[in-house]
């Protein structure tokens, strides 16, 4: 491979076991201010920004009057359950093993950019990626592709590249973004979900991508309009 060609990552639920523990973070949240949430309905929203998750479990009305309250509490609630956050099987040697092979690696996350940071700090990546974007990088957040248009507009001279998620939000970002989207079931979303949804192949964890053809997958790159 050669510098032209990047692979990106989700990081919760990609790289990190966090999924369930964010969704126990939300449902605490909402019930801290009444706002009676079934945790399925929560999980099925994972992976959207927190920008978007109150109204998509709830509803308008709850985010205009207890958004950033909400998004407060959930904050609140997961710095208490971080600890016991584990990388997923076969993560931090995935992404050492792209960096070897001459792939350009980042990551892209909608999520908090501490928990972001930590993450990576968690699976020793720092010196294997060239760029971490988060939340706080663009303005919408996953499904939009935003994210991953201001990831490879950082990474100057990529003509190929792909993204690595696990949710139905990243498969959409990806494909909105014109890139293909290579997903993962340690999320917790359906192979059929993701499939249907526009995955080119789905995996069990980061360990069953370990060896796969990733040049197959990659698509071009369109460079942003200036």
């Not at 709850?62 to 909400?70: F, I, K, N, P």
């Not at 350009?104 to 974007?133: K, N």
């Not at 060896?211 to 790159?221: E, H, M």
């Amino acid at each position: 491979m050669t510098a032209t060609t990047a692979v990106l990552f989700d990081i919760d639920g990609t790289l990190v076991d966090s999924t369930y523990h964010h969704a126990v973070a939300w449902h605490r949240a909402f019930a801290r201010h009444d706002v009676a949430q079934s945790l399925w309905r929560i999980h099925r929203a994972i992976g959207m920004g927190g920008d978007r998750l109150v109204a998509q479990v709830a509803d308008d009305e709850t985010e205009d009057r207890l958004g950033d309250l909400l998004r407060d509490a959930w904050r609140e609630e997961y710095l208490e359950l971080r600890k016991e956050v584990r990388p997923l099987p076969g993560a931090r040697p995935l992404i050492a093993g792209l960096r070897d092979e001459g792939y350009r690696v980042a990551l892209a996350s909608s999520g908090d950019p501490q928990f972001s940071r930590e993450a990576v700090e968690m699976l020793g990546i720092g010196g294997d990626i060239e760029l971490l974007t988060t939340s706080e990088d663009v303005d919408a957040s996953k499904p939009e592709p935003d994210l991953l248009g201001e990831t490879l507009s950082r990474m100057d001279g990529v003509e190929r590249a792909l993204l690595v998620g696990d949710t139905v939000y990243d498969v959409a970002a990806a494909s909105r973004a014109g890139l293909a989207c290579v997903a993962l079931l340690s999320g917790g979303v359906g192979r059929a979900e993701l499939m249907e949804a526009g995955a080119v192949t789905v995996a069990a964890a980061p360990e069953d991508l370990l060896g796969l053809q990733w040049q197959v997958y990659l698509s071009a790159v369109t460079p942003p309009a200036r």
